[in-house]
């Protein structure tokens, strides 16, 4: 009988627990789900479209070239095989620094012709001292001695016209040797090499030359202008360039100089901007653009973290009567941040900025 009776107290006793769990663990769900929703509502924050001044910039695709007037390009003074190129590409060289040597049969010739002019000079000169002699008592008469002396001028100017043409091949005269050494004219950074050893040179007959220097101290900047914004600029305007190869880094100058004719294919303007080089980073045929200052221009602008980029649609929330709704609209370029509104707003207009992608896809949109 105590039995019957302690199990109808265990049955009940077992459903007020089970209730209590029932209602602690539904307090825990409303409160666990009321805290996610104050997790995932977005912080929006919205600002006016206000108008302002806009500079116009233009962007022009530019690259690196070094000043045609500081490239030296060394060709063979004669013609001969290539015995050695003591340089590479990229290496640095000071003015006169032997570059290459080259054995030629031009240098046998020219030290022949500089030996035939000596003998003849110094005979000439001797003939001239005796004749000389021989006019003043009277031996011989006036005209010879005046023929003697052109004989003694034209050997001497023979003599310096095959000394000249040894200078020119860079050989001692008192050399026995037929190799020409080339030398460096002007110091700078080896851009090219276009000889080898064992390979034959005609002095005349060569159209590329056999080593290439530039200062590059100093370097341009050239772009191209199209036809219809070639009056927005100027010499001296303002330009900014960037590289492909330093993306994080901006070098400042001016417009040097402009080309007097368009290019007749392009339809294009020459500009060239000089950046200064003393680190030797900027290197020639590098890539980049001209950011080029031309004026301003009053537009209505928002934050550029206001405007959604969805496919080909761009578009910003705009808050009405108290809620976001999205709208379409034409944007310009983009200018620190802020991005020109060319249609679809209003000046005055409250758009989302911040968390304004946290709103794509809500109720109403």
């Known amino acids: 009988m105590a039995q019957q009776i302690q199990k109808p107290v265990a049955i009940a006793a077992l459903v007020s627990l089970l209730s209590v769990l029932g209602c602690s663990r539904s307090s825990n769900n409303t409160a666990t789900a009321t805290a996610a929703g104050q997790i995932s509502a977005p912080a929006i924050r919205y600002v006016a479209v206000v108008q302002q001044n806009v500079p116009e910039t233009l962007e022009l695709v530019g690259k690196l070239q070094p000043d045609p007037t500081k490239v030296v390009r060394i060709f063979p003074p004669a013609s001969g095989r290539v015995v050695s190129v003591a340089v590479k ?205 031309a004026g301003s221009h009053r537009a209505l602008v928002v934050p550029a973290k206001a405007i959604i980029r969805d496919g080909g649609a761009t578009t910003v929330y705009v808050k009405t009567a108290g809620e976001p709704k999205q709208r379409t609209v034409t944007v310009g370029n983009t200018v620190d941040g802020q991005v020109e509104i060319l249609s679809g707003l209003s000046e005055g207009e409250e758009v989302a900025a911040d968390g304004a992608e946290l709103l794509k896809g809500g109720p109403g949109n």
């Open 89 to 293: 590409p990229g290496d640095h060289v000071r003015a006169g620094e032997v570059v290459a040597i080259l054995s030629s049969s031009d240098v046998a010739g020219a030290q022949s012709d500089f030996a035939k002019a000596s003998i003849e000079a110094e005979r000439t000169t001797r003939q001239t001292e005796r004749q000389k002699v021989l006019f003043e008592h009277g031996a011989i008469a006036e005209k010879d001695y005046i023929e003697a002396r052109a004989q003694a001028d034209t050997a001497r100017a023979e003599l310096a016209r095959t000394k000249q043409r040894l200078d020119l091949l860079n050989v001692n005269p008192s050399a026995t040797t037929d190799r020409v050494k080339l030398a460096a004219p002007a110091g700078g950074v080896v851009t090219d090499v276009n000889a080898a050893p064992g390979e034959f040179s005609k002095s005349l007959e060569s159209a590329n030359p056999l080593i290439t220097i530039a200062d590059l101290n100093a370097v341009w900047m050239v772009g191209d202008v199209y036809e219809k914004d070639v009056a927005k600029v100027s010499l001296g305007t303002p330009v900014t360039v960037s590289l492909q190869a330093f993306p994080d880094q901006r070098w400042n100058g001016h417009i040097d100089s402009l080309s007097a004719a368009l290019d007749p294919t392009t339809r294009t303007l020459k500009v060239r901007v000089v950046l200064a080089n003393p680190a030797l980073r900027l290197k020639p045929e590098m890539f980049g653009a001209m950011r080029v200052k």
